[in-house]
């Protein structure tokens, strides 16, 4: 099957999932062809793709379902909507635009061929309002967290020093989007009642709270590289309230402890798995304490073959029965 995959676009570091869907579509025989869809590249995309030779449409929210639904109706395809995150994840100036959104990516979704929701609340929303969907895992490249190349954790190391970490000492690290609602800020604060090198990789807008004596903002980079800062790390962080954070999987599967929000996540993952905290900077901080201790980092060594489950083969699996459904 040819297949347009549209998605908005991205930092290096951040919603790289599709990549790897994509990657395992291919080898069960699908033509896979990913593009960007943002800003300007909506529209131009738009005319680009009227006149393309697909079989099926997946759209990734935000302008990805959106730009997915009027391809669909005018092309007479079959499209499928990617909801890999929650409305309430959408954090844009001007009321006017993002009711706009909303009622695009609503109208997407309820006329859509098929729904895929990774975050179960926001599915439980839609469906309220008469959407039909199918609930799906995030998932991770277990094989390479696992067991980073030594070309990965080389590079990574060298970044590290360059930017004046002490690899000596414990290292707590955070990869992602720079949004509020990861409480950046809440993270440096605790970060200077604790003793250890706090590294983040990412961008957006909290990237100005990160300054510190021991705290370094390093920028994004390739997902190859990741493998070689987890190796690095001692304790790796998650502080949102999100059921399926993907990069909780992805420190899973290196074996590093996880410090944790509170809320949705608690649905999905046990004490056991890792170490959970409200948003306060001393609870961050008593917790990321905790995590550091040489018994934490022995447990999640163990439970990292738990994480195996969630690998992309396996989820891709699931999108592949759905695009050939759907097509059919």
Do not use: C
């Given at each position: 099957m040819k297949v347009l995959w549209l998605k908005p676009t991205n930092p290096p570091n951040v919603s790289i999932g599709r990549y790897r869907i994509a990657e395992q579509l291919e080898k069960r025989g699908h033509k896979v062809t990913i593009e960007k869809v943002s800003g300007l590249g909506f529209f131009r995309?738009?005319?680009?793709?009227?006149?393309?030779?697909y079989d099926v449409i997946v759209g990734t929210v935000r302008s990805g379902t959106i730009l997915?639904?009027?391809?669909?109706?005018?092309?007479?395809?079959?499209?499928?909507?990617?909801?890999?995150?929650?409305?309430?994840?959408?954090?844009?100036?001007?009321?006017?635009?993002?009711?706009?959104?909303?009622?695009?990516?609503?109208?997407?979704?309820?006329?859509?061929?098929?729904t895929i929701f990774i975050y179960e609340n926001y599915m439980?929303?839609?469906?309220?309002?008469?959407?039909?969907?199918?609930?799906?895992?995030?998932?991770?490249?277990?094989?390479?967290?696992?067991?980073?190349?030594?070309?990965?954790?080389?590079a990574a190391k060298k970044i590290l020093e360059k930017s004046g970490v002490d690899t000596k000492k414990p290292i707590v690290f955070y990869m992602g989007g720079l949004q509020k609602q990861y409480h950046i800020k809440e993270?440096?604060?605790?970060?200077?009642?604790v003793k250890a090198e706090f590294v983040f990789v990412g961008s957006g807008?909290?990237?100005?709270?990160?300054?510190g004596e021991n705290v370094y903002y390093l920028g994004s980079f390739k997902q190859d590289l990741i493998p070689g800062f987890l190796y690095h790390s001692s304790v790796c962080l998650c502080l949102v309230d999100a059921e399926q954070p993907l990069k909780v999987l992805e420190?899973?599967?290196?074996?590093?402890?996880?410090?944790?929000?509170?809320?949705?996540l608690e649905k999905r993952f046990s004490e056991k798995d890792m170490f959970f905290t409200d948003a306060s900077p001393l609870a961050i901080a008593k917790t990321i304490t905790k995590a550091l201790e040489p018994g934490a980092k022995k447990r999640a060594v163990l439970l990292k073959k738990k994480y195996k489950r969630y690998d992309w083969s396996i989820i891709a699996g699931r999108?592949?029965?759905?695009?050939?459904?759907?097509?059919?």
């Open positions: 995309g738009f005319l680009k793709w009227i006149g393309g030779d997915a639904f009027f391809l669909g109706k005018l092309r007479g395809k079959p499209y499928i909507a990617d909801i890999t995150d929650p409305f309430s994840q959408y954090h844009r100036h001007g009321v006017l635009r993002v009711m706009a959104v909303r009622f695009l990516e609503e109208t997407a979704v309820l006329n859509a061929d098929e439980k929303e839609l469906k309220r309002k008469g959407a039909t969907g199918v609930k799906l895992d995030n998932g991770v490249n277990y094989e390479k967290m696992a067991r980073p190349s030594s070309k990965s954790v080389a993270t440096v604060e605790a970060a200077k009642k807008p909290e990237e100005k709270w990160l300054v420190y899973g599967a290196a074996g590093i402890p996880i410090v944790a929000l509170k809320g949705a999108y592949d029965k759905i695009i050939r459904r759907v097509i059919k």
